[in-house]
C-alpha cells in the first residue's frame, strides 16, 4: 500500500480507530503507527472527532449475549469467561470503545436507529455506512447510519443544527472520483430518517466524506454546494 496517501492513511485510521479492522489488518497500521508520524497523527484525530460520540453513551453494562454477537461479527472466536477474551480490544482507545459500544450495546436502545433494530432482533452487527459529522470547531454534531443495502439513512442530532431563515440543512456525499451529490434534506428534529434514491452500497460505496450546507431547497442533480458547514468521514463497517 502507499502509505504516502493521505486519503488511504485517514481511511485506515479511521476504520483502526472504529475497530472495523481485521486483526492482522490492525496489527499491520499498529506497526505502521510507530514508525511513520502521519499514522499516529491520523489516529489521534480521529480519536478527538469521536471523543464527543463516546462521551453521549450513558453507561450501561450490556449482557453478555451483546458480547458474543460483537465477538462472532468481529471474527473473535469463542468468546472465554474471564476478561481476558477481551484484550484484543485493549489496542483501542476509550474513545474509540465508545464508538464500538455504541454499535455494541445498541440493543439497550431500540428506538433509535435501524441498525439498532437488527441487532436487537437478530443480535447480531449489520453491515453498514456510518458517519460523524462535525462543525468548524470540531464538535460532533450530526450522527448517519445505514445498512449496507438499505434505502433507509437514520440521522441523529448531537448537537443543535439551525439553518438561517429560509434555508434547509442538505446533506452531501463527497465521492473520490466525481462531483459532490445532494442525499437530501436534513429533518429538523433530533432523531430522523432520510429516503435514500438507491441502497446504501449504490450511494456511499465510493464516497470517503459526508458534509452539510445550507440551500434555499434540495438541489438539483449536478448543483454545486453552499459553503458546507458541517463535514465527516464515511465509514464501513464490515
Not at 23 to 48: G, Y
Not at 85 to 98: D, E, Q, T
Request: charged letters at 25%.
Amino acid at each position: 500500500m502507499n502509505y504516502d496517501d493521505p486519503e488511504l492513511l485517514d481511511r485506515l485510521a479511521a476504520e483502526y480507530v472504529l475497530g472495523s479492522l481485521s486483526s492482522r489488518a490492525r496489527r499491520r497500521f499498529e506497526r505502521l503507527r510507530q514508525r511513520l508520524p502521519a499514522a499516529e497523527k491520523a489516529v489521534l484525530d480521529w480519536e478527538r472527532r469521536l471523543a464527543p460520540l463516546s462521551g453521549s453513551v450513558p453507561p450501561e453494562r450490556p449482557p453478555a449475549r451483546v458480547w458474543d454477537a460483537i465477538d462472532e461479527r468481529t471474527g473473535g472466536g469463542a468468546r472465554r469467561a474471564s476478561t481476558g477474551s477481551w484484550k484484543w480490544l485493549r489496542p483501542v482507545s476509550g474513545f474509540a470503545f465508545g464508538v464500538l459500544a455504541t454499535l455494541g450495546v445498541i440493543r439497550l436502545f431500540p428506538e433509535t436507529m435501524p441498525i439498532e433494530a437488527i441487532v436487537q432482533e437478530r443480535g447480531t452487527l449489520p453491515q453498514s455506512y456510518v458517519g460523524l459529522l462535525t462543525d468548524a470547531q470540531n464538535n460532533a454534531v450530526l450522527l448517519a447510519s445505514s445498512t449496507r443495502y438499505g434505502r433507509i439513512l437514520s440521522l441523529k442530532r448531537l448537537r443543535p443544527l439551525e439553518p438561517p431563515s429560509q434555508r434547509v440543512a442538505v446533506l452531501w456525499a463527497l465521492p473520490r472520483d466525481r462531483a459532490p451529490f445532494a442525499v437530501g434534506v436534513v429533518p429538523d428534529a433530533d432523531k430522523s430518517t432520510l429516503a435514500l434514491a438507491d441502497t446504501s452500497e449504490k450511494l456511499f460505496f465510493n464516497v470517503p466524506r459526508l458534509a452539510v450546507s445550507f440551500e434555499t431547497s434540495l438541489p438539483a442533480p449536478g448543483a454545486t454546494p453552499s459553503p458546507f458547514v458541517l463535514t465527516g468521514h464515511c465509514v464501513k463497517l464490515w
